[in-house]
């Protein structure tokens, strides 16, 4: 059978993702955004609880300490959700903890300097306070490229061909907290695997319904539905002659935040008391405040791609970037362990809801603020198996990563510069990274092992990166390979990109990016 003209035409360009059911500047009903939000606020709990039950023991704090700073990274989170979706780049973006910093926290926890403390409280809290002080420090690091247009100048070389592997691998990066973290409890995890993509991929096509509940809402569904399960395998004795680590994995009892939670708690800024400051650490802390600026800008561009916005310009990322460093140093004055990133699942799941709404991901941040006051309800919800957050991770982080390839459209893929570039970026972004990760695992140090503790701290944050790595080598190799060839400009995409470099070239870059109370006017535009 012959087929028609047009199906042999290539799929069409698009420079705002077609198929989404409410942009950045648009909003569902409140009661329907209302749940959204809600939905944002419980996928951004799963790194918020794993960071600090990683941290915490390692600085002799307890369950109580532990319940604080979860209570407080979700409280700092709350308010740099809403300063960077108002003032920053705008984008629907939550602005919650990040992996990135966990190395240098963890030397920082480790360090044989708080050894000369007996007693477990003042450690942590020495530990809490020197952390603080290298976060204050990080943070003037992220403002000097935002706020002084470094982001801006970084932004205008940033071609589509270049800017796949960093978004792709922002969210493939991540997969050692997807399955292998499932894993940990099969019999909770893979379900709550396969009833998310049964909700939120299949059951809306059988159901035929005009209205998108259970693929909007898929999140909400299999968390209630495997929370439920895994309650009744406790209950009936499943895993009480199990291994520990079974036992804290699949166990919804063993979290220990309910019980130390406190009712209601009121995080204020130097709690743990003033910080400390440490050269050393402040400049490790810094190389881990690079690598958060990198994943949140390939996070940045995934939301603004399932926010159906047009590409981000320049200035709108800068902006972004020192507004993150601003919530930086309200994580280092507030003391949650760990600085601020944009949260790479919930990017995942504007593309699974299909909702981009900028009100949404705000009142997600209200629901932040709520629970972290009110420490004995968010305790509950932050107690969910760790199992079933990694199933979530699973489809939300392969969005992002999706969202990456998606920009392949915009660049010729018959050329053999683009399938180098390419090619030879994500193979280094996941060889590298895998091999400063596995060598810190068997040998117990860092592949880069001088005398300065820092320095191999700068070096195995910076290299451990997947998206990091991918993108110094893409960026460098669009920069520099064939510039004098005619067809390059157009084999990298740029001349899609082209007329959003500037803020006003664009008419519709006002509609997403522009700052409310005409504050635009306070920050360059070109």
Same mark, same amino acid.
């Given at each position: 059978?012959?087929?028609?003209?047009?199906?042999?035409?290539?799929?069409?360009?698009?420079?705002?993702?077609?198929?989404?059911?409410?942009?950045?500047?648009?909003?569902?009903?409140?009661?329907?955004?209302?749940?959204?939000?809600?939905?944002?606020?419980?996928?951004?709990?799963?790194?918020?609880?794993?960071?600090?039950?990683?941290?915490?023991?390692?600085?002799?704090?307890?369950?109580?300490?532990?319940?604080?700073?979860?209570?407080?990274?979700?409280?700092?989170?709350?308010?740099?959700?809403?300063?960077?979706?108002?003032?920053?780049?705008?984008?629907?973006?939550?602005?919650?903890?990040?992996?990135?910093?966990?190395?240098?926290?963890?030397?920082?926890? =480790?360090?044989?300097?708080?050894?000369?403390?007996?007693?477990?409280?003042?450690?942590?809290?020495?530990?809490?306070?020197?952390?603080?002080?290298?976060?204050?420090?990080?943070?003037?690091?992220?403002?000097?490229?935002?706020?002084?247009?470094?982001?801006?100048?970084?932004?205008?070389?940033?071609?589509?061909?270049?800017?796949?592997?960093?978004?792709?691998?922002?969210?493939?990066?991540?997969?050692?907290?997807?399955?292998?973290?499932?894993?940990?409890?099969?019999?909770?995890?893979?379900?709550?695997?396969?009833?998310?993509?049964?909700?939120?991929?299949?059951?809306?096509?059988?159901?035929?319904?005009?209205?998108?509940?259970?693929?909007?809402?898929?999140?909400?569904?299999?968390? =209630?539905?495997?929370?439920?399960?895994?309650?009744?395998?406790?209950?009936?004795?499943?895993y009480d002659n199990r291994p520990p680590s079974t036992q804290t994995s699949c166990r919804t009892d063993r979290s220990g935040l309910i019980t130390a939670?406190?009712?209601?708690?009121?995080?204020?800024?130097?709690?743990?008391?003033?910080?400390?400051?440490?050269?050393?650490?402040?400049?490790?802390?810094?190389?881990?405040?690079?690598?958060?600026?990198?994943?949140?800008?390939?996070?940045?561009?995934?939301?603004?791609?399932?926010?159906?916005?047009?590409?981000?310009?320049?200035?709108?990322?800068?902006?972004?970037?020192?507004?993150?460093?601003?919530?930086?140093?309200?994580?280092?004055?507030?003391?949650?362990?760990?600085?601020?990133?944009?949260?790479?699942?919930?990017?995942?799941?504007?593309?699974?809801?299909?909702?981009?709404?900028?009100?949404?991901?705000?009142?997600?941040?209200?629901?932040?603020?709520?629970?972290?006051?009110?420490?004995?309800?968010? =305790?509950?919800?932050?107690?969910?198996?760790?199992?079933?957050?990694?199933?979530?991770?699973?489809?939300?982080?392969?969005?992002?990563?999706?969202?990456?390839?998606?920009?392949?459209?915009?660049?010729?893929?018959?050329?053999?510069?683009?399938?180098?570039?390419?090619?030879?970026?994500?193979?280094?972004?996941?060889?590298?990274?895998?091999?400063?990760?596995?060598?810190?695992?068997?040998?117990?140090?860092?592949?880069?092992?001088?005398?300065?503790?820092?320095?191999?701290?700068?070096?195995?944050?910076?290299?451990?990166?997947? =998206?990091?790595?991918?993108?110094?080598?893409?960026?460098?190799?669009?920069?520099?390979?064939?510039?004098?060839?005619?067809?390059?400009?157009?084999?990298?995409?740029?001349?899609?990109?082209?007329?959003?470099?500037?803020?006003?070239?664009?008419?519709?870059?006002?509609?997403?990016?522009?700052?409310?109370?005409?504050?635009?006017?306070?920050?360059?535009?070109?």
């Open positions: 059978m012959a087929s028609k003209p047009d199906e042999c035409q290539p799929h069409p360009v698009k420079e705002q993702l077609p198929g989404v059911d409410f942009c950045v500047s648009s909003s569902p009903p409140w009661s329907e955004a209302m749940i959204l939000g809600f939905q944002h606020y419980l996928v951004m709990l799963g790194t918020t609880v794993i960071i600090p039950t990683t941290l915490v023991p390692l600085m002799g704090g307890g369950n109580v300490e532990k319940a604080q700073v979860i209570n407080t990274l979700l409280f700092v989170a709350g308010i740099n959700t809403l300063l960077q979706t108002s003032f920053g780049t705008r984008l629907p973006v939550v602005m919650g903890g990040s992996y990135a910093f966990n190395i240098t926290s963890i030397s920082i926890a =480790a360090s044989n300097r708080f050894n000369i403390y007996t007693d477990p409280e003042q450690r942590f809290k020495e530990s809490m306070k020197t952390m603080q002080g290298a976060l204050i420090m990080a943070s003037l690091f992220n403002m000097l490229i935002g706020f002084f247009g470094f982001g801006t100048i970084f932004g205008r070389f940033l071609n589509p061909l270049a800017a796949v592997p960093l978004v792709t691998l922002t969210g493939l990066g991540l997969y050692a907290h997807g399955f292998p973290q499932l894993a940990k409890c099969i019999e909770v995890g893979l379900p709550a695997l396969i009833i998310l993509v049964l909700l939120s991929q299949y059951l809306p096509h059988v159901m035929k319904s005009k209205r998108a509940i259970f693929d909007r809402f898929a999140i909400l569904f299999t968390v =209630a539905i495997v929370w439920g399960y895994a309650e009744i395998l406790t209950l009936t004795g499943l939670a406190p009712w209601i708690m009121v995080p204020f800024p130097l709690q743990w008391g003033p910080p400390l400051f440490n050269a050393g650490d402040a400049f490790a802390m810094m190389a881990a405040s690079f690598v958060a600026i990198i994943e949140s800008t390939g996070t940045f561009i995934a939301a603004s791609r399932y926010g159906s916005a047009t590409p981000m310009p320049p200035c709108v990322l800068s902006r972004g970037i020192g507004w993150q460093g601003l919530g930086l140093l309200l994580n280092g004055a507030f003391g949650t362990g760990s600085g601020c990133a944009a949260s790479v699942e919930n990017a995942g799941l504007l593309g699974l809801t299909r909702n981009g709404s900028r009100r949404v991901v705000q009142i997600s941040a209200g629901f932040m603020l709520f629970f972290s006051v009110l420490g004995k309800f968010g =305790a509950i919800l932050a107690s969910i198996p760790l199992p079933i957050v990694a199933a979530l991770y699973c489809v939300l982080f392969a969005y992002v990563a999706s969202a990456g390839l998606g920009l392949l459209q915009f660049c010729n893929l018959n050329s053999f510069r683009s399938k180098f570039i390419l090619g030879f970026s994500l193979f280094t972004g996941l060889s590298v990274s895998r091999y400063f990760n596995e060598y810190l695992y068997i040998s117990g140090h860092d592949p880069v092992h001088t005398a300065s503790t820092s320095f191999n701290n700068m070096m195995q944050v910076i290299f451990s990166s997947p =998206a990091t790595v991918a993108i110094i080598v893409a960026y460098f190799l669009d920069c520099t390979h064939s510039l004098g060839h005619s067809a390059t400009r157009q084999d990298c995409g740029r001349h899609w990109w082209g007329k959003f470099l500037y803020f006003n070239r664009d008419a519709r870059t006002s509609d997403f990016y522009s700052l409310p109370c005409n504050l635009s006017r306070f920050f360059p535009s070109s």
